[in-house]
Every structure is written in C-alpha cells, then in structure tokens.
C-alpha cells in the first residue's frame, strides 16, 4: 500500500483504505477501483489525499494504533455531541493502545475540510496518549489526557459557522472569535461531574505557548503538562490536515515547525518523545528524491530521516546506509 497525495492520484487505482464522511458513514470503501468521477468526488469532497493499492507495493502494511471501529464510534459520538459516550471512548482507546508492544503512529487519518474539525479530536486523543505512554504516565492520567484530547476542541462548534467555515485565513475579528473557543469548551464541560477538573483546565489552556504568546496569556511556570502535549498535538495535526484556505503540510514540515519552536511556543521533551513514536516519514508514504527517482517507505525502524525506500522497479534501497544514496535527498512527499 502507499499513500498519495489527490494530485497524484488516477484512474484504475485501488482503495486501500475506506474513506468517510462527516457523520461516520463511509463514503467510498476500500477494495474500491477509482473511476474518473470517483477521483472528481475525492477531490470536490476536500479529501487530501487516500491509500491505494499499488502492485509490488502490497506488502507494506500501514496499520492504525486503534481499530477503526473505535475510531469510527468517536467520530459518531462528538458528531452528536454525546459526551458520557466520549469518555467512554477515550478510556477504551488507552486501553487499546496501553497493552501494544510498539507503539508508532504510521497511519495518516484521511480528512477532508468538511469533517476536519471531529476527525480532528479523534486524532489529537490519539497523538496525546501515545505522548503520555511516552512520558511514562499512570492509567488514570492517561485517561484523563485521552478525554481532553477527545473534547479540546468542543467549543469550536459553537464559533458561528461562517467563522469556522471561513475560506481564508481568518482576520483579526474571526480570530478573536476562535480564540474563544477554548473557553467555550471549558464552559461546556463543566456541568459534568466524570469529567475531572484537570482535564478540563487541560482543555481551556491547550492553546497556550511556554513564552506566553498563546490565546489567554499563560506562561511555562503556570502551564501544566497536559495542556503542554495537548498543544504539541494539536498544532501536529492541524498542520497535516488539508483546510479551506490551504493544503495540507507534509508530515516532515509539520516536525520540523515542532523541533524549531522548542523552548518558545513547546515543551522540548514532548516534542521529542513525539518524534521517536511519530516517524518524519511514515510507512507507505511515496517520496520524490533529488536525483529524479520515485519511492515509497516500506520501512522507518532504523533510521526515521532516511528510511528504506522502495523504488518503483520495486527495489528497496536503505537511504541510510547506501554509499550510492548517500548524497540523495528526499525532495517532496508525493
């Protein structure tokens, strides 16, 4: 399987993956063969890209840390605004991914603008418990991590709609308007006694920065860790998610931002534990190299910088250890 941006996408390619919508229900399931008009739909849909099937390519297996069943019930419980439904959830997705003798986030969830901001949650959650396990946390902070991971971001759904589904970069106005939208999360879950307090101030303080320049003003002394990963996270997947006023960031970009922002805007020692568990380049992405070549990553164990590659004569080269590749540089992400 590899991974490929819409762009290079084409008729007569296999799904590898399902694609759904933005109420859970599947849109396109894998095994299906792309038309011209299904190609068309993915792009009019917003979809950033989809896993296809390629031969040659078959045996690189790019699996979720979670089932998609659970991840589907996610997406249907924040859809619905179910909140016991959620914290349920978030628990069953620590256990899930607790007990796994490796953890690494390989798989991209495939978003479109429409349904970003559920899918969204579902992801940070994710991120978030992976970064705790990481961080060495008990069960009961991991669970709390996962809800406030889960529900960061509730109160976007009530930032009026022609802000949240504004087709450009927001101006000073629309932006004073999102930047409340923790607040509003906070306000929304404080009448819920299963929702502990530490995830609910992990939640209204996820957009503050180590240095103070985030939303409310926070500083490092003040910000505990669970709002720390929540933000690490976040600006992760916000980054590599597709959005109305522009497209989506590679995973490389997206890291490279995080590794240069330490000290300032994130906590160094998050960051790293996220880099070890969330490879620059993942499995079954199909990479553009300088010396013209097109590839795609079968394995990132060893070496997450320079990963072995599959060429498309389908041979696999190390580009870490080479001698031919050692001056080949991974261009782009196709």
Do not use: W
Not at 313 to 333: A, C, F, H, Q, S
Request: one cysteine or more.
């Amino acid at each position: 399987m590899q991974y490929l941006r819409k762009e290079n996408l084409s008729p007569d390619m296999l799904l590898a993956k399902a694609i759904v919508g933005e109420d859970g229900r599947l849109l396109i399931g894998a095994g299906t063969r792309i038309t011209s008009t299904l190609l068309k739909r993915i792009v009019s849909m917003g979809f950033q890209g989809a896993y296809v099937d390629t031969p040659g390519f078959e045996d690189i297996v790019v699996n979720d840390v979670i089932p998609d069943e659970l991840r589907t019930k996610a997406f249907e419980a924040l859809y619905k605004s179910d909140y016991p439904a959620c914290v349920s959830i978030a628990k069953k997705m620590v256990q899930e991914m607790k007990y796994k003798e490796t953890l690494k986030l390989d798989l991209l969830d495939i978003k479109n603008d429409k349904n970003y901001e559920y899918r969204h949650c579902v992801s940070v959650a994710v991120y978030c418990i992976a970064i705790g396990i990481g961080y060495g946390m008990n069960e009961e902070q991991l669970e709390n991590l996962a809800v406030a991971g889960l529900l960061h971001d509730i109160g976007k759904f009530d930032v009026k709609k022609r802000v949240l589904n504004a087709k450009h970069v927001y101006n000073d106005r629309e932006m004073d308007e999102m930047k409340k939208h923790p607040m509003y999360s906070y306000e929304i879950l404080k009448d819920y006694p299963f929702i502990s307090s530490v995830a609910r101030n992990s939640i209204l303080f996820h957009h503050e920065n180590l240095d103070g320049s985030g939303y409310y003003g926070i500083t490092e002394e003040k910000l505990g860790i669970f709002p720390r990963i929540i933000r690490v996270a976040d600006t992760y997947d916000a980054f590599t998610a597709q959005r109305k006023y522009r497209e989506a960031y590679s995973p490389a970009y997206a890291m490279e931002y995080l590794m240069s922002n330490v000290g300032t805007l994130f906590d160094k020692n998050i960051v790293e534990i996220f880099a070890r568990q969330f490879p620059i380049y993942p499995n079954g992405f199909t990479l553009r190299l300088s010396n013209g070549e097109v590839a795609v990553v079968v394995s990132n164990d060893m070496n997450s910088q320079r990963p072995l590659v599959r060429r498309m004569d389908k041979v696999n080269v190390d580009l870490g250890t080479d001698p031919e590749y050692r001056t080949v540089m991974i261009e782009d992400m196709m």
